[in-house]
């Protein structure tokens, strides 16, 4: 299991550890919270084809009948593969309403409007742990899928640092932010040095 995490956490899956998790997913017979990191980095780092890269949300569906985990809880849950696509498209869009719907009864539309709104939950908390527990006790339905399917848990974790890695808004928007901020503090710095020194009187007032 080291190698195939090892393998998961390359941008962008070769073709040849991309074998190896097509025959760990074609295996897997318990869903294990390890099993739920390698799938979540799967789904959203999906292989590479001869032609182009495959965008996540078009792989989803084939992942969820290759794992027998997933197969298995698609039955019972009809809407597993709109809502994980939802997620893995990582969308704003913090206007939808929460989903008050018992798992047992939640529709695919439900479903869709859940997996839609873990990305706003993700920006407005910053950090994966977070934004999935704020999301959870806004949508009381994922707390009992994740009672009931721990590994799941793990999956959607994964996917949830995946997300924040890559967004816009991301981890990579505020280091360049807070960058940008620096900067300008910096500049502003400079102009109020630069005026008090060239003010009659006032030269030795700056450095202190």
Not at 103 to 116: D, H, P, Q, T, Y
Request: glycine share 6%; aromatic share 6%.
């Amino acid at each position: 299991m080291g190698d195939l995490e090892r393998a998961t956490c390359e941008q962008g899956v070769s073709r040849k550890s991309d074998g190896r998790l097509k025959r760990t997913i074609l295996t897997l017979l318990n869903s294990r919270a390890e099993d739920g990191k390698i799938i979540g980095m799967y789904l959203m780092h999906p292989p590479l084809s001869r032609s182009h890269k495959m965008k996540p949300w078009d792989n989803v569906r084939n992942v969820v009948k290759a794992h027998r985990g997933l197969k298995k809880l698609s039955k019972s849950h009809p809407w597993l593969a709109v809502f994980l696509e939802e997620i893995t498209k990582g969308q704003l869009n913090p206007f939808l309403d929460a989903v008050p719907t018992k798992l047992e009864c939640l529709s695919e539309l439900e479903a869709l409007r859940i997996g839609s709104k873990l990305s706003a939950a993700l920006r407005q908390r910053k950090t994966a742990q977070a934004g999935i527990y704020q999301w959870m006790m806004q949508n009381p339905s994922m707390v009992e899928l994740f009672d009931k399917h721990p590994f799941m848990q793990d999956m959607v974790l994964t996917m949830s640092r995946e997300i924040l890695k890559a967004a816009p808004w991301g981890v990579v928007f505020r280091v360049c932010t807070g960058a940008g901020l620096s900067l300008l503090d910096m500049i502003s710095d400079i102009n109020v040095i630069a005026f008090y020194s060239n003010i009659d009187g006032q030269r030795g007032e700056w450095h202190s």
